[in-house]
C-alpha cells in the first residue's frame, strides 16, 4: 500500500483524512462588512451575541451599525459568561428561541463564539441538554440537520473558535468542563480584523498566544491519523482525526509565527505587527487543530482551571478564581513535552526548532527536553506562573487534578501514546514547578 506525505499505514489503521477547510474573511476593516456577509448568507433577522465588556466596545458598534445599514433587524444578547456554563448556555438558547432569529452573529473571544454556537443548536433542534453534549457526561447525539447561519468575529488571538466546531463549558452538576462537537456547530463565516487585538492587554495577549501555541503544538503531535483504526462507516470518522498532512501545514507556520512575535506581541501593545502576525497564527492553529484535534495540555487544563481556589489572573475581571484557558494548557505543556517526547523524538524537535530553540547539533532524542525548555523560555519572557504550583496547587492536589483530568478521554486518546490515571499523576507531578 502507498503511504502518504511521510505518514506510514498500518494494519487496519486508517487511511483516509478530511480537510474541513474553514470560510473564512481576514483583514483590516473586515468587520465594516458583516452586515453585508450577513444578508449573502440569508439573514433577515439577527441575534447578535457578545459579553458584558465588550458590549459598548466600538467592535460590536460597528458590527451592529453595519447590520443595520444592510437593512437587518438585530437583537443583542450581551450576557455570554467569559467561562461559559450550562446555565448560561441555557440563557442564551431561552433569548434564542423568544426572538426567532434565523441567523447569529457572535462578537468576542471563545466564550461569545461558543455561547452563539450553542444557543443556534438548542433553539433550532431542541433536547435535553445531555442530548448533544460529549460522552460519557452527555449522550453525544448527533445533531440532525444543518443549523442557521452564524458569523464569528474573533476579538482575541487565540482559540480559533470561529473555525472550529466545538463549543467548551463548565458542566456545574458534573463539576467538569465538557463541550459539544460537531462539525455542524462550525461558524459559517469567520471574520477576523486584526484592527481589534491593538486594545487588549498584556496578558489576555500572552494567554491567548499560549493557547494559540497549544493548539499547534498539540496537533502536530498528536497521534498519526493513520495509527487509529480504520471506522466501520464514513460518518464514523472522528472529528479529531489525529495529526494528518493537511494540519501539519497549519500546525508548523502557526508554530514559526509564534515563536518569532509572543514576547514582542505582550511586550508592546502598539506593536501592531507582532499582534497582527498572532492573529493570523491563531487562524492557521485553528484551522490545523479543527482538523487533527489536541491531547494531553488540554485534558490537563480542564482540571488545573476547574479546581482552581484563589488565583486571579491579573488584568481578568477579579470577581472569581480565574486561570484562563491558555495559561491553564501552556502550565501543563513542559511536562507533556518532556513526557511525551519518546513517541515521536522527531516532531518534538521540529516543534522546539519552529518556536526559536537552537536545535544545531541536537539529537532527536533530546526533542522533548529542548522543546519544553524553549517553552518555558517563553513562559518566563511573558511573566506566566511558574507552573500549576504559581496558580496554587501543591503535591497533595495531584489526585484531585488526576480525576479532574481523567474523564477527557477523547482528548487523551488523541496523544502520542497512552496516557492514564497513572500517568497523569507523573504529569502533573512534573508541572508543578519548571524553574
Ligand atoms: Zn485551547
Redesign the pocket.
Known amino acids: 500500500m502507498l503511504c502518504c506525505q511521510g505518514y506510514e499505514f498500518v494494519e487496519g489503521g486508517e487511511t483516509t483524512f478530511e480537510v474541513d477547510a474553514s470560510h473564512v474573511k481576514y483583514g483590516s476593516g473586515a468587520l465594516r462588512e458583516v452586515g453585508s456577509d450577513a444578508k449573502n448568507l440569508g439573514m433577515t433577522r439577527v441575534a447578535l451575541v457578545t459579553d458584558p465588556l465588550l458590549a459598548s466596545s466600538e467592535y460590536v458598534a460597528t458590527v451592529l451599525a453595519s447590520l443595520r445599514s444592510a437593512g437587518l433587524d438585530v437583537a443583542v444578547y450581551a450576557e455570554s459568561r467569559i467561562e461559559p456554563t450550562d446555565e448560561s448556555f441555557a440563557h442564551a438558547t431561552a433569548f434564542a428561541r423568544d426572538g426567532a432569529f434565523d441567523g447569529f452573529v457572535s462578537v468576542g473571544g471563545?466564550s461569545s463564539i461558543d455561547t452563539a454556537k450553542a444557543a443556534n443548536l438548542y433553539s433550532t433542534y431542541p433536547a435535553d441538554f445531555d442530548a448533544y453534549v460529549n460522552a460519557p457526561i452527555g449522550r453525544a447525539t448527533p445533531i440532525p440537520g444543518p443549523l442557521r447561519p452564524h458569523i464569528a468575529c474573533p476579538t482575541t488571538s487565540?482559540?480559533?473558535a470561529e473555525v472550529t466546531g466545538i463549543a467548551?463549558f463548565d458542566y456545574l452538576a458534573h463539576h467538569a468542563k465538557t463541550g459539544i462537537a460537531s462539525k455542524r456547530l462550525k461558524p459559517t463565516l469567520g471574520v477576523i480584523d486584526p484592527d481589534v487585538t491593538l486594545t487588549l492587554p498584556k496578558t489576555v495577549v500572552a494567554c491567548s498566544g499560549f493557547?494559540?501555541l497549544?493548539?499547534a503544538l498539540e496537533s502536530y503531535t498528536a497521534r498519526p491519523y493513520t495509527e487509529r483504526r480504520r471506522p466501520e462507516t464514513p460518518n464514523a470518522r472522528p472529528m479529531s482525526q489525529g495529526a494528518n498532512p493537511f494540519s501539519d501545514i497549519a500546525s508548523t507556520e502557526a508554530m514559526r509565527i509564534l515563536g518569532a512575535n509572543i514576547v514582542r506581541a505582550v511586550a508592546d501593545p502598539l506593536d501592531a505587527e507582532a499582534r497582527e502576525r498572532m492573529l493570523f497564527a491563531a487562524m492557521l492553529a485553528g484551522i490545523g487543530?479543527g482538523n487533527a484535534g489536541?491531547h494531553v495540555p488540554?485534558a490537563m487544563?480542564y482540571a488545573v482551571a476547574g479546581l482552581v481556589r484563589e488565583y486571579r489572573a491579573p488584568e481578568y475581571p477579579d470577581a472569581e478564581p480565574i486561570v484562563p484557558?491558555?495559561m491553564a494548557?501552556i502550565l501543563s505543556a513542559p511536562a507533556s513535552a518532556r513526557f511525551l517526547a519518546h513517541a515521536n523524538p522527531t516532531r518534538h524537535l521540529e516543534a522546539a526548532r519552529l518556536l526559536g530553540a537552537d536545535t544545531n547539533g541536537v539529537d532527536a532524542t533530546d526533542g522533548g527536553e529542548l522543546l519544553a525548555r524553549r517553552i518555558e523560555e517563553l513562559m518566563r519572557a511573558t511573566g506566566m506562573p511558574n507552573g500549576i504550583g504559581g496558580v496554587g496547587f501543591r503535591s497533595a492536589d495531584i489526585p484531585a487534578l488526576r480525576d479532574g483530568a481523567a474523564p477527557q478521554k477523547r482528548l487523551l486518546a488523541n496523544a502520542p501514546s497512552a496516557v492514564d490515571a497513572a500517568e497523569l499523576e507523573t504529569l502533573f507531578a512534573g508541572a508543578l514547578r519548571y524553574w
Request: no cysteine; proline share 0%.
Open positions: 471563545g487565540g482559540t480559533g467548551i493557547d494559540v497549544s493548539h487543530f489536541v488540554h487544563s484557558h491558555g494548557v
